[in-house]
């Protein structure tokens, strides 16, 4: 052999080591990993197992039941209150005559000018600088507009008049003021909260349109009248009479596929909004025109629809765990506005103590943070390569809109993925989830902050510093802490709503309301629910005016003497949760 042909093959005898060397050493690491993630896998289900987790999946498909004895046996239940989108009943439920909160109507004239200046004919004169003249302004605009309510549907709260909008006379001011007062200016000279008890300063309810030198138009969107919108609502009594029968089958199990975690069947949120929507515009209109029992038949429907539709439906999904969650909200929201405008009497404050003592929204909630971390490990072990990529990567865009180098990275990583990172994963996945699943205690009606606090101390920590083993739980992971937070405010919603409607009974009964909480018992209320947050009695104080402050600690965990504290994006986060909210 002469010499460049034995260097030819020494050369190729060194490129086949090295392929070999490096073929084993991948080998190697597969393997390694694969024990490695298995491994961590199993240790992680043995340290949670104890604690009540369950990973067989099979465990939680519900069991069948008897079809003319469920909930959802009733074919229109399956129709309307599953799924996702529009649906017969969420359809017919659109009322056309909120379309008029496009268009508005002048309730006031404003007219300003100089002191000394003679007051135009029909106009009531007030002075600027007058405390009073703010509280007069409100009262004359109050009067002039007739008796409202709010509306569930609408973007701004206030949907309802009494008063058929023709019958609404404009008022006329005119205000004395030494220089002209800014848009600004007269939006606190009047305040939407005289109107609204939910006011939103990014869609004001009252609007300023200059009108001629020192003349403002003060106009609001144009409402609905009470009794034409009960008229246009009395179409869906056939619903309505449909769902009461419904309810008085013991189960309730939706009919869909349990076995893929993408596919099982879920409330339909858009009906259920809507659903709850209608029924909370029926209760307030009620309100307007002075019916109370019909008012409270709205609210038990409500009431009586989440059971099969959210509380009792399984496995409780996060999804329905927290649309639970904003209906209870929604529901005590409407037994409030009755509050603030005296409407309810002496039986259905009774009737609505008993079905708020019903309400406990934290066992769903848990149930679904367990549902959770369980479906959070089966979509890890059944997720196609390509997805998982999708994770690692950031890239949630469909694949036609990637870059050449963004699929090139995906098509390598898709073929070389390991498959022990999936256990890793998941490992980490499970290792996160105990103190989540520890921060809710729905038997005493608590969440715990510190536990919480621990969970998310956590996650932090794994984000901060990126690694294959955590990336796709930590992507996969819903935001818990908020999730806990809004369940808080809506349980303490409900608990304080609780706490008012005793508090009414007792003011009908003595004409004035209690020294303290405890002068409710037995009479008007069994025992006083205690806060979500710190487990104490609610605050209450009697004010000199004949009203009084109900307020318990809120996300913070310290009391704030009833101060509200917090920031437009996402507001009470920081001060007390005052009722009304």
């Known amino acids: 052999m002469n010499p460049p042909q034995k260097k030819y093959w020494q050369i190729l005898r060194r490129c086949l080591v090295g392929l070999g060397v490096c073929l084993t050493l991948v080998c190697l690491f597969y393997t390694e990993e694969l024990w490695r993630g298995k491994h961590a896998w199993e240790n992680s289900k043995s340290a949670v197992e104890p604690k009540g987790f369950n990973f067989n999946w099979a465990n939680y498909i519900p069991a069948a039941v008897p079809e003319d004895e469920n909930f959802f046996g009733v074919p229109e239940m399956q129709k309307w209150f599953v799924g996702r989108g529009s649906t017969d009943l ?24 100089l002191p000394g200046m003679p007051v135009p004919g029909n106009s009531v004169s007030l002075r600027w600088d007058d405390p009073a003249s703010r509280a007069e302004a409100a009262k004359l605009l109050t009067n002039a507009l007739g008796p409202t309510a709010n509306a569930p549907q609408s973007p701004v709260g206030l949907g309802f ?90 189960y309730a199990r939706m009919d869909g596929n349990y076995a893929e ?125 390509d997805r998982l990529v999708e994770l690692l990567l950031n890239l949630d865009q469909p694949s036609g809109k990637h870059t050449s180098w963004e699929t090139c990275k995906r098509y390598i990583l898709i073929k070389l993925f390991p498959l022990g990172w999936v256990y890793q994963n998941m490992a980490a996945g499970a290792k996160m989830h105990p103190n989540v699943f520890a921060s809710l205690d729905p ?52 608990g304080q709503t609780l706490v008012a409607c005793a508090l009414e009974r007792y003011h009908l009964a003595h004409g004035e309301y209690p020294e303290t909480l405890d002068a409710l018992m037995p009479q008007f209320i069994d025992k006083i629910p205690h806060d979500v947050i710190g487990g104490q009695p609610p605050h209450y104080r009697r004010s000199a005016d004949g009203t009084f402050m109900l307020y318990s600690i809120g996300w913070s965990g310290r009391d704030n003497g009833g101060l509200v504290r917090g920031n437009s994006s996402y507001p009470y986060t920081n001060g007390d949760w005052v009722w009304p909210f």
């Open 90 to 113: 969420s359809k017919k439920m659109s009322y056309a005559g909120f379309d008029c909160w496009s268009n508005s109507m002048v309730v006031a004239w404003l007219t300003i000018g």
């Open 161 to 250: 008049i009494l008063r058929r909008p023709e019958e609404i006379q404009a008022l006329r001011i005119f205000l004395q003021c030494q220089t002209a007062p800014t848009e600004k200016d007269l939006r606190q000279f009047l305040p939407d909260n005289i109107l609204t008890a939910q006011p939103d300063p990014a869609r004001p309810v009252l609007k300023f349109e200059p009108d001629g030198d020192g003349l403002y138009r003060v106009t609001v969107p144009v409402l609905a009248s009470a009794a034409n919108y009960l008229a246009w609502s009395e179409q869906l009594e056939p619903q309505f009479a449909l769902i009461r029968k419904a309810l008085s089958r013991p």
């Open 261 to 385: 975690r993408e596919k099982i069947p879920i409330p339909n949120f858009n009906t259920v909004r809507t659903f709850v929507q209608t029924l909370g515009a029926r209760a307030q209109c009620h309100f307007l025109l002075g019916r109370p029992e019909e008012a409270l038949r709205d609210l038990a429907l409500l009431h009586d629809t989440c059971r099969p539709i959210m509380e009792e439906n399984k496995p409780m999904t996060l999804v329905g765990a927290m649309i639970n969650v904003a209906v209870r909200g929604l529901y005590a929201n409407q037994i409030d506005d009755g509050l603030r405008m005296h409407a309810w009497r002496e039986p259905q404050l009774a009737a609505l103590e008993e079905q708020l003592k019903q309400i406990n929204i934290l066992p769903p909630v848990k149930q679904s943070f367990e549902m959770e971390g369980l479906l959070t490990c089966h979509a890890l072990e059944t997720f196609a390569p």
């Open 443 to 494: 038997s005493s009606e608590t969440i715990f902050l510190d536990k919480l606090a621990a969970y998310q101390s956590q996650v932090d920590a794994l984000n901060a510093h990126w690694s294959p083993y955590t990336f796709a739980a930590l992507r996969l992971a819903p935001n818990f802490s908020r999730a806990c937070q809004t369940t808080a405010m809506n349980q303490t919603k409900v």
